[in-house]
T-cell receptor
């Protein structure tokens, strides 16, 4: 059984640029959530996707957007990058009847 | 809103010492409670969970009991090892919300175990 994978592992961008992060959910999992983990902090919920639609969102501005594809993989897009967007971005997946979320290794984004 | 409060860190212990990491929560409804562990340079791994009051989650020698009366979910281990050195996060999932995948995390606490 393949776990949650994310790409790229590391990324450096400059302020104002756009970035796309990718996540492949664990086999059989149809729900994907994204979290932002700033240095020294706990992860913060960004949003959740189920059946290709966003069905829950945390306190993040609209420049944070996402997609989910028919194979349940997902993308996180961030426009107009700000310095404070520098963080570890974590993807988590779960099955419809499961409560437990399984996390990928994360993408570390540095905005200069 | 929901919140999770963890004791301040970091924590440094000698091998075979007893570990307690405190966690309290505030939530509407009836949350499930989790402990996740993050090893250096890695993502989060589920350590244990409890889904209702008085449940005890356990894994790898770690235990935590869901105490509704004190809104707590303290993590304990009788004898820590160097390999337990990591960051530990307490989290809750409020099943009563629409986005029932949403996990609310504490700030985490770094545990260092000396040989």
């Amino acid at each position: 059984e393949t776990g949650v994978t994310q790409s790229p592992t590391h990324l450096i961008k400059t302020r104002g640029q756009q970035v796309t992060l990718r996540c492949s959910s664990q086999s059989g999992h149809n729900t994907v959530s994204w979290y932002q983990q700033a240095l020294g902090q706990g992860p913060q919920f960004i949003f959740q996707y189920y059946r290709e639609e966003e069905n829950g969102r945390g306190n993040f501005p609209p420049r944070f957007s996402g997609l989910q594809f028919p194979n349940y993989s997902s993308e996180l897009n961030v426009n107009a990058l700000e310095l404070d967007d520098s963080a570890l971005y974590l993807c988590a997946s779960r099955g419809t009847t499961q409560e437990t979320q399984y996390f990928g290794p994360g993408t570390r984004l540095l905005v200069l | 809103g929901d919140s999770v409060t963890q004791m301040e860190g970091p924590v440094t212990l000698s091998e075979e010492a007893f570990l307690t990491i405190n966690c309290t929560y505030t939530a509407t409804g009836y949350p499930s409670l989790f402990w996740y562990v993050q090893y250096p340079g890695e993502g989060l791994q589920l350590l244990l969970k409890a889904t209702k009051a008085d449940d005890k989650g356990s894994n790898k020698g770690f235990e935590a009991t869901y105490r509704k009366e004190t809104t707590s979910f303290h993590l304990e281990k009788g004898s820590v090892q160097v390999s337990d050195s990591a960051v530990y996060f307490c989290a809750l999932s409020d099943k009563s919300t629409g986005a029932n995948s949403k996990l609310t995390f504490g700030k985490g606490i770094t545990l260092s175990v000396r040989p």
